[in-house]
């Protein structure tokens, strides 16, 4: 049975949508088409405008590069590098030339008020920590489209707000493009959209108000 | 690299063990290559501290050590080939040497005219060289021990004749385990019963205005039943049949790639199981978009990065070890360039144990990213 089926969507620009759906709807393959992970069978893949489908895999690693960024359940830092080294590679993957790319992720870090947990490693820090510290560096070199797989499953309520308004910030201040796959309810209120998969298909797509 | 450098150093035990590994691996390749230098130097030394251009030896002569007594007109025949400046005589042979006490001992004997050349060890002919006599014999420091004596000069025996050492010499230590002794041709052709007309090598000198080629090529006309060869030559067959024949340089060479191997496989495990363990980070990397380049970086860096310290590590442990080596290996040899030049296979050995590591990242697929 395929993961997904007939299902056709568009990301606007600038906005926050949420995709929700039982275990095995499909949303992880879906955000793995849209993150240049994974290739439909069928059906094409648009990446601000460019059909991505028939890209070679070097191709697609430039475009997650220039375009794309993620953050993971899992947080997936490195586990041997501070904070601030962890945001650094971000700059060190998309803006190699870049030579204020440590002071750049510091900037990040204090943005997101980790200013005294710069030099900690991942072992050092609260699970709401590491994961604002993955958005830092998911935001390093500053791409257009930001993917988030269940970015508050493993937080606290409080900790999973928090990284809610992180990401609703980035949508109204820098204008990115954001998706969210999660089963949290409190995304709704961030979002700007919502859809529902069910079986590989869009059961239901709805605009918040 | 940061991550390259982090990573590898994450797991201090595994890290220094990798180090160690390599360390160990460069000291065995400068160690051996010290030994194989040494040998294939020491192998044709008394060629080597000659001035002659020309070599006349018996036909099928392998080494200078085992020379035979040559046809006396040998000698007269090729001082009147054109082009011939200068002759001189060489010879060698194992003779029996007995102390003041009594100790008796093989040594090599070797008796050589004054004008073979000034670096080889002969008694000079002129009062004003140290007061040493024409009929002196000399010995290497290196074989002090094995010379049992207590001071110079000392009287010995020499094949049942009489002898008088008088000097030590350096650089000229055993190569075949039996210490060398030097006198004049002379002397030597007594202790050993030759004629005073005998001659087991003979040295020819070249004009200047003669090609070293041409009289050796007249040479060998005139001359078929002997074997005629340019210095370079003799040394090299003497030096070849060390190394090659009696398989002592391939024993020598055995070991040290060996060495290599057992760095390599050191390396490679390390490398290997750092990738494994980390191999989620390589397909975070890759997801965020690292390129295929940036990743095999890291692996390539970690790999270098023990190959680097490991190196310095090796050659820091070599020197010192290969001057204490020369105590009890006296013909041991490293050149200034062979440590630094056992660096280039040492860093190849762990880019190369670094291949299936950088396979491995290379292939994850950065789609693991979303599973649990």
Not at chain 2, 44 to 73: K, N
Not at chain 2, 233 to 238: G, L, M, P, T, V
């Amino acid at each position: 049975m395929p993961a997904l089926r007939d299902v056709s969507l568009t990301f606007e620009r600038g906005t926050l949508t949420l995709v929700m759906g039982p275990s095995g709807s499909g949303k992880t393959t879906l955000l793995s088409m849209l993150g240049c992970l994974l290739s439909p069978d069928e059906g094409t893949v648009f990446v601000d405008g460019a059909a991505v489908n028939q890209l070679t895999e070097p191709e697609k690693t430039t475009i997650r590069q220039k375009k794309i960024s993620f953050v993971f359940q899992a947080f997936r830092l490195f586990h041997s590098l501070t904070a601030l080294d962890n945001v650094a590679v971000g700059f060190e993957i998309r803006d190699p030339g870049e030579p204020r790319r440590m002071e750049m992720a510091r900037e990040l870090l204090l943005q997101f008020g980790l200013g005294d947990k710069l030099h900690q490693e991942p072992n050092e820090l609260s699970p709401g920590e590491k994961q604002r510290v993955a958005i830092a560096r998911a935001l390093a070199g500053n791409p257009p489209i930001l993917l988030a797989d269940e970015p508050t499953a493993s937080l606290d309520a409080k900790a999973g707000k928090n990284i809610c308004e992180i990401l609703r910030n980035q949508v109204n201040e820098q204008g990115r493009t954001v998706v969210v796959v999660s089963h949290d309810p409190r995304w709704r209120e961030f979002a700007d959209r919502t859809i529902t998969l069910c079986d590989g298909q869009v059961e239901q797509e709805a605009k918040n108000q | 690299m940061k991550l390259a450098w982090q990573n590898i150093i994450h797991d201090r035990a595994r890290f220094s063990v990798t180090v160690l590994g390599v360390c160990f691996a460069v000291f065995l390749m400068i160690f051996q290559g010290s030994l194989l230098a040494g040998f294939l130097r020491a192998a044709s030394r008394l060629i080597d501290a000659s001035d002659s251009d020309i070599w006349i030896a018996s036909r099928g002569v392998q080494a200078f050590e085992f020379g035979t007594v040559l046809d006396s007109r040998v000698r007269e025949m090729a001082a009147g080939i054109p082009g011939v400046v200068e002759t001189g005589r060489v010879c060698m042979a194992f003779a029996v040497y007995r102390t003041p006490n009594g100790t008796q001992q093989v040594v090599a004997l070797v008796g050589a005219d004054p004008n073979v050349g000034k670096r080889f060890p002969v008694p000079n002919m002129t009062e004003s060289a140290g007061g040493t006599s024409p009929e002196a014999v000399l010995y290497d420091v290196s074989d002090r021990k094995q010379m049992d004596l207590t001071s110079l000069p000392a009287e010995v025996e020499i094949n049942r004749h009489r002898a008088s050492i008088e000097r030590e010499i350096e650089g000229y230590g055993a190569f075949l385990g039996v210490p060398f002794l030097f006198t004049s041709y002379r002397n030597a052709t007594r202790y050993m019963g030759f004629g005073p007309q005998d001659a087991m090598y003979v040295l020819l000198r070249v004009s200047n205005g003669y090609q070293v080629s041409d009289v050796q090529q007249n040479l060998r006309q005139r001359l078929p039943e002997v074997d005629v060869l340019t210095q370079s030559e003799f040394a090299h067959k003497s030096r070849m049949y060390w190394t090659m024949k009696t398989g002592a340089g391939g024993a020598i060479l055995t070991a040290a790639v060996l060495a290599f191997l057992i760095g390599l496989v050191v390396v490679s495990q390390t490398i290997y199981a750092n990738t494994m363990e980390n191999i989620e980070e390589y397909a975070t990397l890759k997801a965020l978009g690292a390129s295929q380049t940036f990743v095999a970086r890291i692996v390539l860096s970690q790999a270098l990065i023990c190959g680097v310290l490991g190196s310095i590590l090796g050659l820091v442990a070599a020197v010192p070890s290969i001057g204490y080596a020369k105590s009890l290996i006296p013909w041991i040899y490293a050149p200034w360039w062979l440590p630094a030049v056992m660096v280039v296979p040492s860093l190849l050995m762990c880019a190369l144990a670094s291949i299936a590591s950088v396979s491995s990242a290379l292939t994850v697929e950065p789609g693991r990213v979303f599973r649990a």
